[in-house]
């Protein structure tokens, strides 16, 4: 496949194996975008070189030059860089003056874990509330799933992105259109576990009880949540004094959080969106911006401080089990990260994928694409930054679309997602990068590679030790014939459910909503259900969930997962892609709450017919 020095694609192949070449325009659209001019063939030269190096390797070098290591260190180098310098993003200065490199000490593969195979479930955590939850699913819900998984011999906990939403009254229920991937959603703090929460302060124990009292619909209602976590917090912070850990966190967090909460206090004062806030505040680093920061210095420290209970909250779920994290594949053109960033990021471009025979018309998910060049121009920060953001608290991580490290799909402006084209990424460059943070993280990597995957991407994914996904509605060979190094389910987040599938209910939904179904599709998964099972159509829902994750035990992949909408036999799936406001999607909470989950004998069963091959193994 042809590409431009921009990275553009001559063209791709279609589902049906046609070929749409680049066009002429969108080619102009695309270097426009990326801060060219139409015509021009190549992007400006790299002012500030980055080397990549393998951990252990004595490279050879051009020139002396002196060292500056992460921690501050320095070291001399004359002709070879020293052999045992130690992971991480170093500096090297020419002793003649010429530009620095950012150097970057990797290692050969992404981390794995001591266990050869392991389960757990996958969660929805604002669907998974309890008795105690203000109608969303929060922090304490996960540490009590966590420690009941870890009692029941799972190895981990899947959960949904918690990035944080851009901060409006109606927060975006979707977690994969995020206001900032570095930082998380406060809708969910659990309020009674913040310092300072008195059972005996009228205000907060009547917002408690209003917050309770949303259980009451299946529906979540972020608005009304919002706004009563809001209040509670605003009511905390007026009592809060000091607290060592806090300001330990703000300092470790640095010039990141600070931005962040600017960003937040800025959405308070001039609305949520910075492309419609006054001229003088839409770069993060005009004089106007400083001037709000320096009069607001109270605010800043109030979203900092929720930042930072998010994070004693989090930290306390993944001491009970391990937990397997979620990064979306964009953020928000109007969010935190898109305004801190806003010249990596291409205007008037949307990322999406092609045609493909579950999306006649191809996708276009609204997220801006970080710019290659000006990407490398800063030497990869934004990657490091929203990697290790991610990794924090968790013991691995999935990467959604995880093809994007090497390519992604770009839309121009006004028009449909065929006539976009794909755009090349450094993928060996940010595979160090997520193998570098992934070793420091001590975490193992996921990488979400369904759809279209070039075979030299999966190659170097799986020799990065990057475990692939294999999904069963999508695979034609039975689990026991999937890979070791995999994630293996299911279902997903956008797919239907066991019972979904089962009843016909799933189909049921997307007709409700406007949608024209698979059927052909949805037929062929209830005879995968059929053919994996041994079942007969009319076999209950509860023997079909329990006989299929039978078979996806017996999977000899590192981790093998179940969701709990089907141990629950929830008919909806969490999203159903093409609808907006005609369903809620992400919006269904589970039909019973914690307190009963972790009784139930149905999702016990599951989780023993989970267990039981790895017991078996072990004795």
Known sequence: MATDAW???????????????????????????????????????QTRPVWFVRYGSAAQINRPAELELEDGTHLKAVDRLPPDLPL?????????????TRLIVTPDRCHLGNRERSWGWTVQLYA??????????????????????????????????????????????????PSSRRFRNPLYLRIEEVPGFDPGDRVLTDAAAAGRALNASRVIHRD???????????????????????????????????????YCALAEAHGSGWSRWPSELRRVDSPGVERFAAASKQRLRFHSWIQWLLD???????????????????????????????????PGVRIGAPPDAFNLGGQDWGLPPFVPWRLRALGYEPIVQTVRAALRHTGALRIDHVMGLFRLFWIPD????????????????????????????????????????????????A?????????????????????????????????????????????????RAGIDPNEEGLAAHRQCLEELTGLGPDAPVADVVLATYRRLACAPSRIRVASLEDALQVEERP???????????????????????????AVRAVAATMAAPDRATST
């Open 575 to 601: 999203n159903v892609p093409g609808t907006t406001v005609e369903r809620p999607n992400w919006s269904l909470a589970l039909p019973v709450p914690v307190d009963a989950i972790i009784d139930d004998p």
């Open 414 to 461: 006004g028009c449909t997602a065929e006539a976009g084209t794909y755009v090349r990424y450094p993928g060996t460059d940010l595979l160090d990068i997520v193998a570098l943070e992934s070793a420091r993280a001590g975490a193992e990597i996921v990488g979400e590679d369904l759809g279209t995957v070039e075979d030299e991407v999966r190659a170097h994914l």
């Open 88 to 100: 991480g993003y170093h500096d090297l200065h020419p002793d003649d003056g010429g530009a620095t």
């Open 128 to 177: 998974t509330r309890s008795s105690h939850s203000w109608g969303i699913g929060d922090l304490a819900d996960l540490q009590t799933l966590a420690r009941w998984s870890a009692d029941l011999g799972a190895g981990y906990v899947a959960v949904n992105p918690l990035h944080a939403p851009r901060p409006a009254p109606d927060p975006e229920p979707s977690p994969y259109f």
């Open 463 to 511: 020799e990065r030790a990057v475990l692939s996904c294999r999904v069963v509605w999508f695979e034609h060979d039975p689990p026991e014939s999937f890979p070791v190094q995999a994630l293996a389910s299911v279902s997903t987040h956008d797919l239907p459910t066991i019972p979904g599938v089962w009843t016909g209910a799933d189909l049921a939904d997307q007709e």
């Open 312 to 346: 004693e909250q989090l930290a306390r779920a993944g001491r009970e089990l391990p937990l397997l994290g979620d990064l979306a594949i964009g953020v928000d053109p109007d969010g935190a990260d898109a305004w801190v960033w806003r010249d990596v990021l291409a």
């Open 7 to 45: 990275g553009i694609e001559d063209g791709y192949h279609d589902i049906r194996g046609e070929w749409h070449e680049t066009s002429p325009a969108t080619r102009r659209q695309l270097r426009v975008a990326m801060g060219g001019l139409g015509d021009v063939e190549d992007p400006p030269p």
């Open 224 to 262: 009304q949540v919002q706004a009563l976590k809001r209040g509670a917090l605003d009511r905390l912070w007026a009592s809060f004094d000091a607290d060592a850990r806090f300001d330990a966190y703000v300092d470790e967090q640095g010039v990141a959080l600070r931005q962040y909460a600017i």
